[in-house]
């Protein structure tokens, strides 16, 4: 789930699809915490109440051993009121990277699969989450075999210790090496990745513009229909600077650096994106409830009605009001 580039490929087959009719009935969110920012914590804290599942847990591979350790510690994932709802990543990322040779290397060998597949279930289980989100970016259409073998070790594993949702992430437009059908095979859902349109190594540009998710996720519908995807979109923004790396930035920080510098921050009408440039150097692009508001909208138009919001603590706080706006505001 971390910002790296998406490959675009996409079958032609996707523009004459026929989309079920918008699904009747209220949306369901999930959450993404990042454990290392106290904010993450904050906004589940305050609105949690409103997502039905939450991923508190981060579980990667070792890039030596193969055997996953726990990244963070997850206190708030244990939280009775959130407790059933909790969720875990697994993940091949680790460092500052994706790491798809270990998928290779696993899923090319049946012992080694089952030992790291059996270590992965026992931390799932240790800590009672119930529900998974495998996330194994990087991963080529040659890789396709390994990754299916190791996909499907995982989540035989974790059912048995009591997992009832296997989710796998998937990049928005690469049906190539992350074909969805096969992919739903072994696991329950898929969650198409509907965000880095640009990213940090691009240049400047909106995250997630509309017709971008669109295109991508009724490719996915087309696929393998609305009722089997959680469709991922951004609450972040990006500052690309001329003179230092690209930053992750929230909607807060947006607002009190354009305030800051007198920058004005303006909405894209193509991207319905919020977007700053300043004669500093630097270039703004940033998520808000609008743009979240406009991307549900376009994907329930899809049938699609389960969305995972990417990340929480970094939002704009009016998403909550469009979200739950009954419980939105919270303490």
Known sequence: MFSVRRVAMLPLFAACAHFPPAPQGSADYWGFTGPWDKRSNVSVERHGSSLVRVITGWIALDTTSFL???????????????????????????????????????????????????????????SR?????????????????????FTRAVADSVRAHGVNTVVIAVPAADTAAYPAALLLQSADLIMPMLYDQHWSASPPGPI????????????????????????????????????????????????????????????????????????????????????????????RQLGVRSFALWRLGLEDQAVWDFIDPQHSRGP
Do not use: C
């Open 208 to 299: 997630a513009s509309p017709e971008w998710v669109t295109r991508n996720l009724g490719t996915r519908v087309a696929e393998v229909g609305a009722a089997r995807i959680v469709a991922a979109f951004p609450l972040y923004g990006y500052r690309w600077r001329k003179t230092a790396e690209t930053e992750v930035i929230s909607f807060d920080d947006a607002r009190r650096l354009t305030t800051m510098t007198n920058t004005l921050l303006v909405r894209d009408n193509t991207s319905a994106t919020l977007h700053a440039t300043s004669p500093e150097g630097w270039d703004l692009w940033i998520s808000d409830r609008v743009l979240l508001e406009t991307l549900v909208r376009e994907a």
């Open 129 to 149: 989450y119930r529900g998974v989100v495998i996330d194994f970016e990087g991963m080529t259409p040659n890789d396709l075999d390994q990754l299916l073998a």
């Open 68 to 126: 996953p350790v726990q990244l963070y510690h997850d206190s708030i994932g244990k939280e009775p009121a959130l407790a059933s709802r909790a969720m875990a990543l697994i993940t091949s990322y680790n460092g500052s990277r994706f790491h798809p040779e270990i998928i290779r290397g696993l899923g090319s060998n049946a012992q080694a699969t089952g030992v790291t597949a059996g270590a992965i279930a026992s931390l799932v289980d240790s």
